[in-house]
């Protein structure tokens, strides 16, 4: 088998676990851009999860208040308010939530801030679809 056969068959084995391990779980995307929100909309039903798609913080927040959540998705910067800290409000709300920042300014310290208010993972766009089935199929991480 050469190197592109057996890529294939990685990618084919990795898109199936995410299918399988995605069944049923809700994940809450936080995208104030419509291309992106709905590019990871679109990622998220063809994965198998439940995607609940707002534009907004304050969308977010009231949504979170009502549903159970596996996993939130987040634009660290939004136009309302800033990403960054509706993680410790999702965190509070949904402990066991795998949390992911996203953001087109993708740097070191960024990426730390988010982590410590609650995120467990970051995100620099655009996003690799990979990268964030990855990311969702991850435990959170518990270090806060």
């Known amino acids: 088998m050469d190197h592109v056969e057996q890529t294939r ?22 995208e104030d851009d419509l291309a992106q929100r709905e590019l990871l909309v679109g990622l998220l039903v ?22 159970r959540l596996d996993a939130a998705i987040v634009d660290v910067f939004l136009p309302d308010k800033s990403g960054v800290s509706l993680f410790s409000v999702l965190r509070d709300q949904h402990p066991d ?20 208010v609650g995120a467990d993972l970051f995100l620099g766009k655009p996003i690799e679809p990979e ?4 990311a969702l199929q991850s435990p959170h991480l518990r270090w806060h």
């Open 46 to 67: 063809e994965w198998g999860y439940q995607p609940l798609a707002v534009a907004l913080a304050e969308e977010a927040e009231n949504a979170s208040r009502r549903r």
């Open 97 to 116: 939530a795998v949390l992911i920042g996203i953001s087109g300014r993708a740097d070191a310290a960024l990426a730390r801030r988010c982590k410590g």
């Open 9 to 30: 068959e990685e990618r084919w084995w990795t898109e199936e676990r995410t299918r399988t391990q995605a069944r049923w779980r809700r994940v809450l995307v936080v």
């Open 131 to 134: 990268a964030l089935a990855t």
